[in-house]
């Protein structure tokens, strides 16, 4: 059936739906930061270009960090009292987490040379490295989400919901 309505964005109360929406930015924002890098090559570091430049720095280094402490805090234990099967998966996942925080670390040091004039340019290569890497790791990750829908109770989803929105409140 086709519903042309609006769908109603997910909440806490359905944590891993957020986890999902979460990876739905995720994809968003490489894909400007794709654009940003091809942009800067044209245009220079211009106002439209900090623009995007804020929008991508704010995500990855608000909400992407969260996000990944849903994971690690909460989900992924959750996850194992669960399914312990998804141990190996797991430790592999949280692994990731530190690279991608590296490769940010990175575009965000690009970031700052391109705002305080010291760069013109964003390199290409690390635009895709970041972006491979994040989809390499959400494609690894998704159907962990999956299995926790079929595997963790209600009950556990409601607190880690709450949690992880605590988590928002506080920071």
């Given at each position: ?76 234990p959750a996850l194992l ?25 990175q575009v965000e040091a ?62």
């Amino acid at each position: 059936m086709l519903t042309l309505s609006p769908q109603p964005a997910p909440t806490w109360d359905d944590p891993i739906a957020m986890l999902y929406a979460c990876h739905g930015n995720v994809r968003r924002f490489c894909s400007e930061l794709q654009r940003l890098a091809h942009y800067l090559a044209e245009n220079g570091c211009d106002a439209d270009a900090r623009n995007s430049i804020a929008r991508i720095r704010r995500y990855f280094s608000q909400a992407a960090p969260l996000h990944h402490d849903d994971e690690e805090q909460d989900f992924f234990p959750a996850l194992l009292a669960h399914a312990p099967h998804a141990a190996d998966a797991v430790a592999q996942l949280a692994k990731e987490h530190h690279t991608l925080s590296t490769l940010w670390a990175q575009v965000e040091a690009r970031f700052t040379a391109l705002e305080n004039g010291s760069s013109h340019t964003f390199p290409i290569g690390l635009a895709n490295d970041f972006t491979e890497s994040y989809h390499r790791h959400m494609a690894w990750e998704e159907p962990l989400f999956d299995l926790g829908k079929q595997v963790l109770p209600p009950s556990v989803l409601a607190q880690m919901g709450k949690v992880m929105a605590a988590r928002r409140q506080s920071g």
